[in-house]
């Protein structure tokens, strides 16, 4: 019995000393972003573009084709209930609201977690292990500034740009599918999906994806800065980036979505 | 040599150091002087490279003072501390190039951060570091492209960017050929022969310490055991030094029941 209760009471502080090292993290990263640009301290603004192409333009084409396929499935899953009442007209409904208000938005933070945030981990985490991390610090420049802020800045906004496009590509898997198996002449299909978009629905599903840009990245420079101990060290902490991320996706899309039902 | 000024650069009095229970320095103290090579020599896992750590401010000691030119570095913070680092190049075991930028873009990093110089300047600025430490030319290649040997070389280049007083070298030709290793001390040296660079150099090769030290200060097992030139460390009859300037193996049979009792607390 003591026992159990010592070992919650070491997780408990365990989890309690992760909650302030990333919250410095957070703090100091905002402060890199927002307040010191302003005091003429410089932010690495052609970083942050290099870090935007990475993260978002390039992550564009596996996007798109799972999206596409995501969109096809979501209408033949649909048109297997709706078939029965005679409703396939509404597949385009059901499509475009649930692109936008959790598909398109989970979906791209998912691959971007597997393209992105598991890249920052491995590169932060193998500099760390160079020592370059230490190298910075001791020429003076800060590794928050030189090597976090721009990469925070460029996935919050990465994140929510590939959700736009995921979006439409989505609905377009979906119209491909409804009119070519289902059956649903195109016409009716745009006039439905265009009566169900919702600016509700659109603000819910990027406001999502910001706060799970904010996660990946976080969580990808965290786990980063975790590493010790050689190439197996980064590995190790690579895989936990991407399953911890994962992980914070999912809740705060439960959060988001309990939110929003009562709204 | 150089032995005329008598200030020291570098004061660490009583230095102590933990990872959690181990205490790695134990009460570490020394003064490093104006413009000499100063070499901590030591075993492996002896605490030399903690020590060095703490000298150049990546760690803060559990107790113990380290002053850079008569200021309290462990107690400064912010600001100060980065004009302080200013001063300051270290040189890493592996070099600690960053991965992702060419050589010169390596160097000019501490220019381009800490200097308001036009970029014409800066690359004038970096080939002349480079040419210094005899990489003439090479500003375009990536840090992967060089040979261990030139990019510990690049890695002092780096660290002189700023035109430091104090520079640190952790292990310098460690892991290179017995030649490339002998360049590097006569890098070291003529480094410090030209600017009157007061460095401090960790090592656990003999044939360094004979070729670079001005001052040796032996570390074993995070005490210091002995300080002095060279001559005087070779006339010490401490048996640790002893020992470590002959090369000789520990003493097998005792190391084992040492061993045994670690192992077992009993006598
Ligand atoms: N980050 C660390 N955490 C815990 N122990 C450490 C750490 N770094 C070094 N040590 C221990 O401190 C001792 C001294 O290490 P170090 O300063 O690297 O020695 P050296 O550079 O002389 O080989 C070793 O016993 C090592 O195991
Ligand atoms: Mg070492």
């Given amino acids: 019995m003591i026992a159990v209760v010592g070992r919650l009471g070491r997780w408990a502080l365990n989890q309690l000393a992760v909650g302030v090292q990333v919250s410095v993290l957070m703090v100091d990263t905002m402060s890199w972003l927002v307040i010191a640009p302003?005091?003429?301290?410089?932010?690495?603004?052609?970083?942050?573009?290099?870090?935007?192409?990475?993260?978002?333009?390039?992550?564009?084409?596996?996007?798109?084709?799972?999206?596409?396929?995501?969109?096809?499935?979501?209408?033949?899953?649909?048109?297997?209930?709706?078939?029965?009442?005679?409703?396939?007209?509404?597949?385009?409904?059901?499509?475009?609201?649930?692109?936008?208000?959790?598909?398109a938005p989970l979906m791209t933070?998912?691959?971007?977690?597997?393209?992105?945030?598991?890249?920052?981990?491995?590169?932060?985490?193998?500099?760390?292990?160079?020592?370059?991390?230490?190298?910075?610090?001791?020429?003076?420049?800060?590794?928050?500034?030189?090597?976090?802020?721009?990469?925070?800045?460029?996935?919050?906004?990465?994140?929510?740009?590939?959700?736009?496009?995921?979006?439409?590509?989505m609905i377009l898997g979906?119209?491909?599918?409804?009119?070519?198996?289902?059956?649903?002449?195109?016409?009716?299909?745009?006039?439905?999906?265009?009566?169900?978009?919702?600016?509700k629905d659109l603000v819910l599903g990027l406001v999502k994806s910001v706060f799970f840009g904010i996660a990946i990245c976080w969580v990808g420079v965290y786990r980063g800065l975790q590493v010790e101990g050689g190439a197996e060290g980064v590995g190790r902490q690579t895989t936990s980036s991407v399953v911890t991320s994962i992980f914070l996706i999912i809740l705060i899309d439960l959060v988001f979505t309990v939110l929003f039902y009562f709204v | 040599m150089m032995t005329d000024t008598h200030e020291p650069i570098i004061e660490v009095?009583?230095?102590?150091?933990?990872?959690?229970?181990?205490?790695?320095?134990?009460?570490?103290?020394?003064?490093?002087r104006r413009g000499e090579v100063f070499v901590i020599l030591g075993g492996s896992g002896s605490g030399k490279?903690?020590?060095?750590?703490?000298?150049?401010?990546?760690?803060?000691?559990?107790?113990?003072?380290?002053?850079?030119?008569?200021?309290?570095?462990?107690?400064?913070?912010?600001?100060?501390?980065?004009e302080l680092r200013k001063k300051i190049g270290m040189c890493f075991q592996g070099s600690a190039l960053l991965n992702s930028i060419s050589v010169g873009e390596n160097v000019a990093l501490p220019l381009r951060e800490h200097t308001k110089l036009e970029d014409s300047t800066i690359e004038i600025m970096t080939k002349?570091?480079?040419?210094?430490?005899?990489?003439?030319?090479?500003?375009d290649y990536l840090p992967s492209e060089l040979s261990g040997g030139m990019k510990?070389?690049?890695?002092?280049?780096?660290?002189?960017?700023?035109?430091?007083?104090?520079?640190?070298?952790?292990?310098?030709?460690?892991?290179?050929?017995?030649?490339?290793?002998?360049?590097?001390?006569?890098?070291?040296?003529?480094?410090?022969?030209?600017?009157?660079?007061?460095?401090?150099?960790?090592?656990?090769?003999?044939?360094?310490?004979k070729a670079i030290a001005d001052t040796v200060c032996m570390l074993q097992g995070g005490r210091v055991v002995g300080i002095g030139s060279l001559e005087e460390l070779e006339r010490a009859d401490h048996p640790y030094i002893q020992q470590f300037f002959a090369r000789r193996p520990y003493d097998e049979e005792a190391e084992d029941s040492a061993y045994a009792r670690a192992l077992t607390g009993l006598d």
């Fill in chain 2, 152 to 209: 510990k070389r690049a890695g002092i280049a780096r660290a002189m960017a700023m035109d430091p007083e104090i520079i640190f070298y952790d292990e310098p030709s460690a892991g290179l050929d017995p030649i490339v290793g002998a360049g590097i001390d006569v890098l070291i040296r003529k480094m410090q022969e030209t600017f009157q660079l007061s460095s401090v150099v960790v090592t656990h090769e003999m044939e360094s310490v």
């Fill in chain 1, 109 to 169: 933070a998912v691959l971007i977690t597997g393209r992105s945030g598991s890249a920052i981990t491995a590169e932060i985490g193998t500099m760390k292990v160079g020592e370059e991390i230490d190298a910075l610090k001791v020429m003076g420049l800060n590794p928050i500034k030189y090597l976090v802020a721009p990469k925070f800045a460029a996935m919050v906004l990465a994140v929510p740009c590939v959700t736009v496009i995921a979006i439409f590509i």
């Fill in chain 2, 49 to 82: 490279t903690t020590l060095l750590r703490n000298l150049v401010g990546l760690m803060r000691p559990d107790s113990g003072r380290i002053l850079i030119k008569g200021e309290d570095f462990t107690s400064m913070n912010g600001d100060d501390r980065i």
């Fill in chain 1, 38 to 103: 302003l005091r003429g301290k410089g932010f690495r603004f052609r970083s942050a573009v290099e870090h935007f192409v990475e993260f978002g333009v390039r992550s564009l084409p596996i996007v798109g084709m799972i999206c596409f396929l995501v969109g096809v499935i979501i209408a033949l899953q649909s048109s297997y209930t709706l078939d029965k009442w005679g409703a396939n007209r509404f597949i385009a409904a059901l499509v475009a609201v649930s692109a936008m208000r959790e598909m």
């Fill in chain 2, 128 to 139: 002349i570091k480079l040419e210094l430490v005899g990489l003439g030319g090479v500003e």
């Fill in chain 2, 13 to 32: 009095e009583n230095l102590v150091v933990r990872y959690g229970e181990h205490t790695v320095l134990d009460g570490v103290t020394f003064q490093v």
């Fill in chain 1, 174 to 199: 979906g119209l491909t599918a409804s009119v070519l198996v289902v059956g649903v002449d195109s016409r009716v299909y745009l006039d439905m999906t265009l009566q169900s978009l919702a600016e």
